[in-house]
Every structure is written in structure tokens, then in C-alpha cells.
């Protein structure tokens, strides 16, 4: 039996590299329509904690922080193929998600609450000494996930 796609998450860390995977996840749905979840986790375990934080002048901590969110939103929605909008077949649901902990985690999480049959993601490709500093969660979702997922490899 070959698997049909319905619903497609897609993450991006809205670096040039993770942006690279938004047009492989429309891609696996264009023609026969579904949903792409575009997801950016934000790890907000080093954000000031606001008993103790400083805001700029005239500004809360609050609204700076839904100033944050509301631009994320922009940059997340600016990707989505024009062509797709045009055609209308495809929905998007544009998710950011504050996690404090473990990106790889919310990742798989929100993969198994939203039920979608795909994750899509970019990696670097990095190997040896890189990669044993810098780490993968892309590493960690294909170790974690139970879904496929689908890797996007940076072109050099």
C-alpha cells in the first residue's frame, strides 16, 4: 500500500538553511491538496525571567515578547510558495511554539498531537568533530519519531 500524505509538519528555525525545507513539505501535497503545518520552536529556557527583567523604556516585557511572536508569525507566513497560495489546494497552519527544554521533543509532540503523517526538516549534513559539537535534532527526531520524516540536506 503506498502511503497518501493528508498533513505535512514542516519546522524551520527560519535560518536560510532551515527555510529550505518549506518547499519539500508543499511539494509532497501540491496537486492533491492537504494541510503543511509550518512550525517554529522557540527555546525561551534563557529568556529573562520578568519577576527580575529590565524592559526598554514605555515597553513590557509582555508586549516585547508579543512583539517577538507576532513577527515570527510574518516571517513564517512570507514562506509559504506563492503558487500555492494562487492554487488554493493547500492549507497552512502557521504554529510557534515557546518550548523551554527540548526542541527534538516538541517537535515529535506536536507531530503526534496535530496527527500528521510527515515531518519535514533541513540539516546541515554535518559529520565528525561538527557533529559531535553541534549536535542534531534532526538526528534526534529521526531516532524519536514514530512517523516518517523527511530530511532536506543543505547543498554545498
Same mark, same amino acid.
Given at each position: 500500500?503506498? #502511503? %497518501?500524505?493528508? %498533513?505535512?509538519?514542516?519546522?524551520?528555525?527560519?535560518?536560510?538553511?532551515?527555510?529550505?525545507?518549506?518547499? /519539500?513539505?508543499?511539494?509532497?501535497?501540491?496537486? @492533491?491538496g492537504g494541510t &503543511?503545518?509550518?512550525?517554529?520552536?522557540?527555546? *525561551?529556557?534563557?529568556? #529573562?525571567? #520578568?519577576?527580575?527583567?529590565?524592559?526598554?523604556?514605555?515597553?513590557?516585557?509582555?508586549? $516585547?515578547?508579543? !512583539?517577538?511572536? !507576532?513577527?515570527?508569525? +510574518?516571517?513564517?507566513?512570507?514562506? *509559504? #510558495?506563492? !503558487?500555492?497560495?494562487?492554487?488554493? %489546494?493547500?492549507?497552512?497552519?502557521?504554529?510557534?511554539?515557546?518550548?523551554?527544554? +527540548?526542541? /527534538?521533543?516538541?517537535?515529535?509532540? !506536536?507531530?503526534?498531537?496535530?496527527?500528521?503523517?510527515?515531518? &519535514?526538516?533541513?540539516? /546541515?549534513?554535518?559529520?565528525?568533530?561538527? /557533529?559531535?559539537?553541534?549536535? +542534531? =535534532? =534532526? $538526528? @534526534? *527526531?529521526?531516532?524519536?519519531?514514530?512517523?516518517?520524516?523527511? *530530511?532536506?540536506?543543505?547543498? %554545498?
Open positions: 500500500m503506498i #502511503p %497518501k500524505y493528508q %498533513k505535512v509538519l514542516v519546522t524551520t528555525d527560519l535560518s536560510p538553511l532551515g527555510n529550505t525545507a518549506v518547499p /519539500h513539505a508543499y511539494a509532497v501535497l501540491a496537486g @492533491q &503543511v503545518i509550518l512550525l517554529c520552536a522557540v527555546d *525561551v529556557s534563557g529568556m #529573562p525571567d #520578568p519577576l527580575y527583567a529590565q524592559p526598554t523604556p514605555g515597553e513590557t516585557l509582555a508586549e $516585547e515578547r508579543a !512583539e517577538i511572536r !507576532e513577527d515570527l508569525f +510574518s516571517s513564517l507566513e512570507a514562506l *509559504v #510558495p506563492e !503558487e500555492i497560495r494562487a492554487e488554493g %489546494k493547500v492549507k497552512t497552519e502557521v504554529r510557534v511554539m515557546e518550548i523551554a527544554g +527540548s526542541v /527534538h521533543d516538541a517537535i515529535c509532540e !506536536e507531530a503526534e498531537a496535530k496527527e500528521v503523517d510527515l515531518i &519535514v526538516m533541513a540539516s /546541515h549534513g554535518y559529520s565528525g568533530m561538527k /557533529h559531535l559539537l553541534l549536535g +542534531s =535534532v =534532526v $538526528e @534526534q *527526531v529521526l531516532r524519536s519519531a514514530d512517523r516518517p520524516v523527511l *530530511v532536506v540536506r543543505a547543498r %554545498k
